[in-house]
């Protein structure tokens, strides 16, 4: 097992199809099919699923996979930190949705202009999602919003992970023209509140303030989009939570009006043993940012 194979397993798991893979690598598709084979063989399983012309990842292929894309970041890790950064290696970035649209554009353009040939991939998700993938190394750093299960963010060493400040979100309530003369989340009418996933962090925050838990008539609508919550606020069918950065991008209806709803940190972590060039460039960059 090298990395040329694992490169070319993660290509054939991208495209599913031999054909596909081949041509994104520039490589025969016979030398592909027989690299998958050989890569099967050495491990004692089979990968793929093959039916006809089509296939599909095996229940070992899916787990292989995460393994495969992890070895081959550590590999450019390694490859970047022992040649002191000349070599632009590789930083999985997680962020937080609205961290993503608000606040991250500037600070990696500006991070591109300085580090060209570091290559960065971004990824977005709920804050408690991103703290696993940070852990378990499926990602080298994520922007989130300290879950309320940490009572205080030292409480994240006991898990492997450092944090540093990033920025301090003011949040507010996003109400509809039906709330205008709403003054605190307890006089709503509107019983729907639209939020990301579990393990959102504003959801869980969002859900405190208006007393959700204790209250049977409240209703959850999951999204994955600020503009669909705010569309949906906006048709009157629900309340949101966000933070002000996101409302400034965003054309709101006159009518929609808001309610403060407190401020919260916006931290960066990381494996308190992860210590590589591209990512002290990116801490360097974000101290430029916010001074």
Avoid at 66 to 80: F, G, N, S, T
Wanted: hydrophobic content about 45%; charged content about 20%.
């Amino acid at each position: 097992m090298d990395s040329d194979s694992l490169k070319i397993f993660c290509s054939v798991a991208s495209e599913l199809s031999i054909t596909h893979a081949a041509a994104r690598l520039g490589r025969a598709p016979s030398n592909i099919s027989t690299r998958i084979q050989q890569l099967e063989a050495n491990i004692g399983t089979e990968l793929f699923v093959r039916s006809g012309k089509r296939m599909t990842l095996s229940t070992a292929g899916e787990r292989f996979l995460d393994y495969a894309k992890r070895l081959l970041a550590l590999e450019d890790e390694a490859r970047h930190v022992v040649t002191g950064g000349r070599e632009g290696g590789a930083l999985r970035i997680g962020s937080m949705e609205s961290t993503a649209a608000s606040r991250l554009p500037a600070l990696l353009a500006a991070y591109h202009q300085q580090h060209a040939g570091t290559r960065l991939a971004l990824s977005t998700g709920v804050s408690r999602l991103l703290l696993e993938q940070v852990r378990t190394g499926r990602l080298d750093c994520a922007f989130i919003a300290l879950p309320p299960s940490f009572e205080h963010q030292d409480e994240l060493k006991e898990i492997g992970l450092c944090a540093r400040h990033a920025w301090t979100e003011s949040l507010r309530l996003l109400l509809p023209a039906s709330e205008a003369q709403a003054t605190s989340g307890a006089a709503l009418h509107t019983r729907s509140l639209a939020a990301f996933p579990q393990g959102c962090t504003y959801r869980t925050l969002a859900e405190r303030q208006l007393d959700i838990a204790g209250q049977t008539d409240w209703t959850i609508q999951e999204m994955t989009s600020y503009h669909t919550m705010i569309a949906c606020v906006a048709a009157g069918a629900c309340v949101a939570l966000l933070p002000e950065s996101v409302l400034a991008l965003a054309r709101l209806p006159a009518t929609l009006v808001t309610l403060p709803a407190g401020d919260i940190d916006t931290l960066l972590v990381w494996r308190c043993d992860y210590a590589v060039p591209a990512f002290q460039n990116l801490l360097d960059q974000l101290d430029r940012q916010v001074a």
